[in-house]
């Protein structure tokens, strides 16, 4: 199921491409922490930046009270015991958009190099004390960093969405 959430995430990441197991729920369930810390004007933002799946989620929010309408940090973590997916979203609301930094990481039980591999939207662009730099054509980054036998994969992007 690794190998599926990876090329959800990437996706996800890419285009706003849904998983096909992706729960509508799980996304209003952010929504809804979202509203909470009294930060509601980038709902499209959200929707158009998570699509999870699996068995269960996890939100947890952050902001500063000064900043509580329009700055807002999100960390999602969704998917089934032994095979999860971290979504961290900063959002920010300004003028008419919503812009998102997204960061996806999750652990694959392949090797770095065999993810690198299999995946061939990724083209390697650097490799610093073991750890593979990756980007797509349309422009997500991807770090692929050796821990204990396995590799942390985390994926980045930009995005701008319209306010609402």
């Known amino acids: 199921m690794i190998k599926k959430l990876a090329s959800g995430v990437l996706a996800v990441l890419s285009t706003t491409a849904a998983f096909a197991d992706a729960n509508p729920e799980f996304v209003e369930f952010a929504v809804a922490a979202a509203h909470k810390r009294g930060f509601s004007s980038c709902d499209a933002a959200i929707r158009g930046s998570l699509k999870p799946g699996g068995e269960d989620i996890r939100v947890l929010t952050n902001s500063f009270s000064e900043t509580k309408t329009d700055l807002l940090q999100m960390l999602v973590v969704y998917g089934s015991a032994g095979d999860a997916v971290q979504v961290e979203l900063n959002i920010r609301a300004q003028g008419k958009n ?46 692929l960093m050796p821990s204990g036998g396995q590799c942390i994969i985390t994926y980045r992007i930009g995005e701008r969405f319209p306010r609402g």
């Open 98 to 143: 919503c812009f998102v930094q997204r960061q996806s990481t999750l652990v694959s039980s392949d090797s770095c190099q065999q993810n690198l591999n299999s995946n061939k939207a990724l083209e390697l662009k650097n490799t610093t004390v073991g750890v593979l730099f990756a980007t797509t054509q349309g422009g997500v980054d991807a770090v």
